[in-house]
């Protein structure tokens, strides 16, 4: 079959609020083929960047835009997806963002295979089925111990047996004041569940304050402190690991393969968390996850968007028995269950499942979600060179 168009959706609530939740707008992609078909996907991505990406003229032979190098393009098997991959991504290497734009047109790619063969995209990753997760509830800290808490009691009665709490206040007002988080977090979620710790970069360089942390954090047995550091401070994460108590986890920005195996590798980290959405799609996700089995290192899932991201996620991973734990966004955002029909449910294990149904294995309803829909229009002298779709 033949790509015949690329339509662009961006997504946004009303209000967007200064706070480190990706799930309150979305980029999507979906492209059509010559047999009826269509093909979904989603970036973690700046949606105005990304709709750039796709639409700008060209600058010269190595800054063209994404959709020209998908329109015309037969897909018929996977070995044709990793040539489109290979061949954008030739065309766009003096485009920087070309990572986290190109994601979402990667997972539709494998979205669209999987329904015109019939077969769930974990299929045509080799895996002979999906395998169950234990999902954790991912939430960006409140702003209060007391509320970290109550959030943790509420994701027990709900069915995790897992949380993470990230971002917010954590960094900001000092280590007493962390401890408390990490303390009330543990208190509300109980002493039989695992607790996640994301520091979201808070601490830059600054080895010391994040082996601080660590330390102190250790006695209320997180599974992973993650991301004390920036992703590209690869030679104090492993001085970091060389030290800490509690097992480091990151991943989640980088947009290469090539930084995720500097990270892993020489960053000591003992899990590999990466987002399909932001190292361009399933393609390189699936080529980190051989990277980490290989290096005997956990790879997890980072995403913090809808059910479209997290279907994309955990197709990686269905079927690899390594990777048991899956990041399962529970922010309060519409978007976030809203954008298919069919989202990806808890079990009465704390566990999530892919199913067998072809492609991704969600059907997205844009109808659904057409009230956050953003018109969106680029042009040149008056004339449109590309402009966003809207739901029909």
Not at 216 to 238: I, S
Request: proline content about 5%; aromatic content about 8%; overall charge negative.
């Amino acid at each position: 079959m033949r790509i015949e168009s690329v339509d662009l959706f961006y997504f946004a609530l009303p209000d967007i609020e200064d706070r480190a939740d990706g799930s309150q707008d979305s980029f999507l992609v979906r492209l059509r083929s010559d047999s009826g078909l269509e093909g979904y996907g989603e970036s973690d991505s700046s949606p105005l960047i990304a709709i750039a990406c796709y639409c700008a003229p060209m600058s010269h032979s190595n800054i063209v835009a994404l959709s020209q190098s998908l329109l015309g393009q037969t897909l018929d098997g996977p070995e044709d997806i990793r040539r489109i991959y290979n061949h954008a991504r030739r065309r766009a290497m003096d485009i920087a963002h070309f990572s986290h734009a190109w994601a979402a047109a990667d997972i539709a790619l494998w979205d669209l295979l999987g329904k015109a063969t019939g077969q769930p995209v974990y299929r045509l990753l080799g895996y002979d089925r999906a395998l169950p997760k234990r999902a954790y509830a991912s939430f960006v800290f409140p702003d209060t111990p007391e509320k970290a808490a109550a959030l943790a009691a509420e994701s027990r009665r709900r069915g995790f047996t897992a949380v993470k709490f990230g971002w917010g206040p954590m960094g900001h007002r000092g280590l007493e004041y962390d401890v408390e988080l990490v303390r009330q977090a543990r208190r509300g979620l109980g002493d039989d569940a695992a607790l996640m710790i994301d520091a979201g970069c808070v601490w830059g360089e600054d080895v010391g304050a994040a082996l601080a942390r660590s330390r102190a954090f250790a006695p209320f047995r997180p599974t992973w402190l993650e991301e004390p550091l920036h992703t590209e401070a690869v030679d104090a994460y492993a001085r970091l690991r060389a030290e800490s108590p509690l097992a480091i986890a990151a991943g989640e920005g980088c947009n290469t393969l090539r930084a995720a195996e500097d990270l892993l590798v020489n960053g000591r980290l003992d899990f590999l968390q990466i987002d399909p959405g932001r190292i361009g799609g399933i393609t390189p996700a699936f080529d980190a996850l051989r990277l980490a089995q290989r290096e005997g290192r956990t790879f997890v899932n980072h995403t913090f968007k809808s059910h479209l991201s997290l279907a994309a996620a955990m197709s990686v991973m269905a079927g690899e028995p390594s990777a048991p734990w899956v990041e399962y966004c529970e922010s309060d955002s519409p978007l976030v269950r809203g954008l298919v029909a069919n989202p990806i449910e808890l079990d009465g294990h704390g566990q999530v499942r892919l199913t067998d149904r072809p492609g991704l294995g969600v059907e997205v309803n844009l109808k659904a979600v057409a009230q956050y829909a953003r018109a969106v229009t680029m042009s040149i002298d008056g004339r449109i060179i590309g402009a966003s779709t809207m739901p029909a």
